[in-house]
């Protein structure tokens, strides 16, 4: 029940949700006395929407271990216990990425052969990819391990390759690492030591590296980094796609020519403004846990609150913690890997 | 008088379309598939035939229960519902139907549409006829106005609303002369009930156009809004109205023909005991009840699972709606529900077209 806008955007997301996909059931994690006046204000379907009361929950601000530790009744704990306990399918939640991370890790575990879990997200490209044409690629991680060994990245690679292929239905994802230059010997030592590990490796279509301008292009569909330049990149792009938006709405305010210029590319700029809004795009799985756990950005509206919900849906539906165990169980094993 | 009082246990009030009908009438080609369809293609609301028949089931030792229909739809529809109510296997005392016809032909357009002004004075003239101490629940939906004619029809009945404010209303929706003067008439020869319980025990309405619950929280703790029947028949069980084995026949009812399984049964239990209509001591006793049918019985495991599940977990049964409703304001309400719903169609047009 976390997220910038408090539990209003979530409870509406969830309401709109069960208004519209008879498919997915969802159960709200929270206080109910004050979930309960929010949902009765919405329009929904109870059939495909329930709650869950706790009166616990991890504030932004608190630091995530000792929050949990102090409140073994947190709403993000009860949800993935309720996973864990095969009440639910996957985790969605908008609240402190640290804190559920750490629950995941308590209440799911971690896949066999996983030492860190990644936070994937998906990045409007220029390109398209996979069978379906998706006009995006995944990138990760984008915040959850911020000084990572060349063995996390090689991780990083499997767990991405396994999410597009499950996910977009991608049969041979294109990985690359993210450096400074395409050479091998380019990048911080883990990235060039990385590189070498999936040279070796056959079960992944590892391409080399790529540079931060290949992002936007889209040419390859998996983009792997450490979480703190995952994180400096995902949010230079959202802030790029805010600032187009706002330089476009001021053009059409200021001159009536440019206004007339923006009206006729109006289509354009609305097919623009869809592939740069992150709220489309839904949640971003943490992956690396048995169970899929989603992260609906901090700042989400209802609907991306309900976008995160499909895609903790679909991968649920699409065993996607199954295919990373699958994966993983492949790579070859090396001294410094660690469960 | 005497013999009356003990003629009838409870008289249930219904609208017909989209309350006990899931009546499409949108779009224009559905309304003109209407006269054209039989009783066997009319399709009910979930479970409305089903809690209806359970309502008039006869109990030894006990009366009848009274069931009066008023709906909106022509006269000329009459033979057609009256043959779906029998297929349904219900029974009926009343059965009103709007003049439509005789509506058009002398250009009264605004009473075509028009339901406060065509409901209230049947309501009253109904009551008129019973027993004063008789009393009443009601079932309408958020389609039109029902809350609003079945609050004032209530308050009226108990006396928290007067014959100058019912006037007043009818005079705004553009009643008739003929029809105010009727319904004061009526009104002044009510009988007062002696009996400290309101005439009007509950009010349902039906959600059929997605109203959120809180739109009708003006209303009281007596306007219940339900989702489907099978809410309102849990209510009605702690209300003393239906037997546990009805409730299970009604859960049996949505689990055959109702696209209800048992997870979605258990999420509308939840929902309503939620919202504080349904108090714990009602969820044991029915619990209770039907642990000893539910080993094989897939009904009676659904309640028995969805009470316990409830019972079990902390925190999820609301308190009970304030009991009082303010003094109602019903012309301000009727605008306030009139432009609640002009809202709600633009946003789900606006949805829709997004």
């Keep these: 029940m976390g997220g910038d806008h408090g539990p209003g955007e979530v409870v509406a997301g969830a309401a709109q949700l069960s208004l519209r996909r008879e498919d997915i059931q969802v159960v709200l994690v929270g206080d109910t006395e004050q979930l309960a006046p929010l949902l009765d204000a919405q329009s929904y379907e109870p059939r495909r929407l329930s709650l869950r009361h706790t009166p616990q929950w991890v504030a932004p601000q608190r630091r995530s271990r000792e929050a949990l530790d102090e409140l073994p009744e947190a709403s993000i704990l009860v949800a993935c216990r309720m996973v864990a306990e095969g009440q639910a399918d996957a985790v969605v939640t908008a609240g402190p990425t640290g804190a559920a991370i750490l629950a995941a890790e308590r209440c799911l575990g971690r896949v066999p052969g996983v030492r860190r879990a990644a936070l994937a997200a998906v990045t409007p490209t220029e390109l398209r990819h996979g069978p379906r044409q998706d006009p995006f690629a995944l990138l990760l991680d984008v915040g959850s391990t911020l000084h990572v060994r060349a063995e996390d990245l090689v991780t990083f690679a499997i767990m991405g390759s396994a999410y597009a292929t499950a996910i977009s239905e991608n049969p041979r994802p294109r990985v690359a690492l993210l450096s400074n230059g395409s050479e091998p010997h380019k990048g911080p030592s883990e990235v060039v030591e990385a590189h070498q590990l999936l040279l070796e490796m056959k079960d992944i279509e590892f391409v080399g590296n790529v540079e931060g301008l290949d992002i936007p292009r889209g040419t390859v569909d998996v983009v792997v980094t450490d979480g703190f330049v995952g994180n400096v990149v995902l949010k230079m792009i959202e802030g790029l796609g805010e600032v187009i938006t706002d330089l476009a709405a001021d053009a059409h305010a200021r001159k009536f020519l440019w206004r007339l210029g923006l009206n006729m590319l109006s289509s354009g700029m609305k097919e623009i403004q869809s592939l740069l809004d992150w709220e489309s795009y839904g949640g971003a799985p943490i992956l690396g846990f048995t169970q899929p756990v989603i992260k609906a950005h901090g700042r989400s509206h209802s609907r991306a609150v309900g976008n995160a919900c499909k895609v903790a849906a679909k991968a649920a539906r699409s065993d996607m913690a199954a295919s990373i165990e699958r994966a993983m169980r492949r790579m070859p094993r090396s001294g410094s890997q660690s469960g | ?354």
């Excluded at chain 2, 219900?90 to 002004?117: C, D, I, M, Y």
């Design chain 2, 1 to 354: 008088m005497a013999q009356e009082v003990t003629r009838w246990r409870h008289a249930y009030r219904w609208d017909l379309d989209k309350t006990y009908l899931d009546t499409r009438f949108e779009k224009f080609g559905e309304l003109l598939r209407i006269p054209f369809q039989g009783a066997e293609d009319k399709v009910n609301v979930p479970g409305s035939a089903a809690l209806l028949r359970e309502l008039t089931r006869a109990i030894d030792g006990q009366a009848d229960s009274y069931v009066s229909i008023v709906s909106g739809s022509p006269r000329q529809l009459r033979e057609v519902l009256e043959a779906k109510l029998r297929l349904d296997g219900v029974t009926w005392q009343e059965f009103h139907l709007k003049p439509q016809l005789k509506n058009l032909s002398k250009g009264r357009l605004r009473a075509v549409r028009e339901q406060v002004g065509y409901k209230l004075p049947l309501m009253l003239r109904s009551r008129v006829a019973l027993p004063a101490t008789l009393r009443e629940t009601l079932f309408g939906d958020d389609a039109e106005v029902d809350v609003l004619v079945y609050s004032l029809y209530a308050d009226l009945l108990c006396g928290r609303s007067s014959g100058e404010e019912l006037d007043a209303l009818l005079k705004k929706v553009g009643a008739s002369a003929a029809a105010r003067q009727r319904c004061a008439s009526d009104l002044a020869s009510l009988e007062p009930s002696g009996s400290d319980r309101e005439p009007v025990e509950t009010i349902f309405i039906h959600l059929d156009s997605g109203s959120p619950p809180a739109l009708f929280a003006p209303f009281g703790a007596r306007v219940i809004p339900v989702f489907n029947y099978y809410q309102a028949a849990l209510v009605l069980f702690a209300r003393g109205h239906l037997d546990v084995q009805s409730v299970v026949r009604i859960t049996a009812a949505f689990l055959k023909a109702d696209r209800c399984g048992p997870w979605e049964l258990a999420n509308l239990f939840q929902d309503i005991a939620r919202r504080g209509h349904l108090p714990t001591d009602a969820m044991e006793t029915l619990a209770i009840g039907v642990q000893d049918d539910s080993a094989g019985n897939e009904a009676a495991e659904v309640v028995w699972n969805s009470a316990q599940r409830l019972l079990d977990l902390q925190g999820m049964v609301g308190p009970s709606p304030q009991p009082d409703p303010p003094p109602l304001d019903y012309p301000a309400l009727l605008d306030h529900l009139k432009s609640s719903r002009r809202a709600a169609r633009r946003a789900r047009s606006k949805s829709e077209s997004g």
